[in-house]
């Protein structure tokens, strides 16, 4: 059900990226945060009557707390700061009333080459929760790793504007490019697929690694196959076939209160059981992984936690759940174990490459 309430802008916040954030006057309510998308309803100002969508907050999910303009009653007409006119065709958020036309790599005919070729032995980190992209990026950064380049699929949220991690992330120079693929939107780069996204990280923006993962909005049932995270099992596949090295981040938690958390998640044994690749998984020392398949190698990474220095140093605050880093240390040291690993595993590739 989509539940709906109309309220004043009575403040402006801050603006970064595609992400606006006002407060609203809703009477009978009172004051609600919100969050305007400029490129999609066009940004509000103070006074306009605007349209919310509420339903996350009624429910109490992790959005932050926020409502979500729908409309802007006042002017709905009013131009985004930036108007793209790049002349793409492909619609994202299909069917949806706020579909919108982006330029796709593959829509441009100066790249036709690039989805012919392979990853290469390319190391392609893929996680299953957002927040563990960032100590995946750092472990790669441990090991001088650039340039790193982030796919963010359609499984969670949308609008990649919407992750304020990415964005530190890129400030930081731990990333250096962004892929949107299937519905996702707002990247440097948009695709179609999460294939063509590797690819093009590859042979269009030279990355040495890359990082796939769905945005922030991870969804879950409690249940053995109802949780998005399982497209891991699919995209490491994906990473194989076109050539790449696939590389498991583990979710593990010594915190969690689920028992089908603590420890390694079910949620990565479900989705390595499920993969036909044969993957690469990093493990921080001490992390014991019993019953994993054959097909997978472990990789016990060391200095995980100066990988995670490298997100203190920075001022790169992580959190998972609402846990910190001191909360469940495990959580990020195993995330941080498969950016170490696919590093070592890179090094040691361009050593034989040389050798030879």
């Not at 303009?69 to 006042?74: C, E, F, K, R, Y």
Request: some cysteine.
């Amino acid at each position: 059900m989509l539940n709906r309430v109309v309220g004043v802008v009575t403040e402006i916040g801050r603006t970064i990226g595609d992400i606006q954030y006002v407060v609203v006057q809703v009477e009978a309510q009172g004051v609600r945060r919100a969050i305007n998308y400029p490129s999609l309803t066009g940004p509000a100002l103070q006074g306009d009557r605007v349209l919310l969508n509420e339903t996350a907050t009624r429910l109490s999910l992790g959005t932050g707390g926020y409502d979500f303009v729908i409309a802007n009653l006042t002017n709905p007409v009013r131009p985004a700061p930036t108007e793209d006119h790049s002349g793409g065709h492909i619609i994202k958020g299909r069917y949806l009333p706020h579909q919108q036309a982006v330029l796709t790599l593959e829509e441009q005919p100066q790249y036709a080459e690039v989805w012919d070729r392979s990853l290469d032995g390319l190391p392609v980190i893929v996680a299953q929760l957002h927040s563990q992209v960032a100590a995946a990026a750092a472990g790669l950064a441990l090991r001088g790793i650039a340039p790193v380049a982030y796919i963010m699929t359609d499984a969670a949220a949308l609008p990649l504007s919407l992750s304020r991690l990415i964005v530190q992330l890129k400030q930081a120079e731990l990333i250096d490019s962004t892929f949107t693929a299937g519905q996702a939107f707002g990247g440097d780069f948009e695709t179609v697929t999460v294939h063509s996204a590797l690819l093009a990280a590859k042979h269009i923006c030279g990355a040495r690694a890359v990082i796939v993962c769905q945005g922030p909005g991870n969804a879950g049932t409690g249940t053995q196959y109802g949780f998005s995270g399982l497209e891991q099992a699919a995209l490491l596949d994906t990473v194989e076939r076109l050539g790449g090295k696939p590389f498991a981040v583990v979710r593990a938690s010594d915190a969690d209160e689920r028992e089908r958390h603590r420890g390694i998640s079910h949620h990565t044994r479900t989705a390595l059981r499920l993969a036909y690749a044969k993957c690469f998984v990093g493990l921080p020392p001490g992390l014991a992984f019993p019953g994993l398949s054959r097909r997978h190698n472990k990789r016990t990474a060391e200095s995980t936690d100066l990988a995670l220095q490298i997100l203190e140093d920075k001022f790169i605050a992580l959190t998972t759940m609402g846990r910190s880093v001191q909360d469940d240390l495990l959580f990020f040291q195993a995330a941080a174990a498969a950016g170490i690993a696919a590093a070592d595993e890179l090094h040691h590739q361009e050593e034989q490459e040389q050798s030879n």
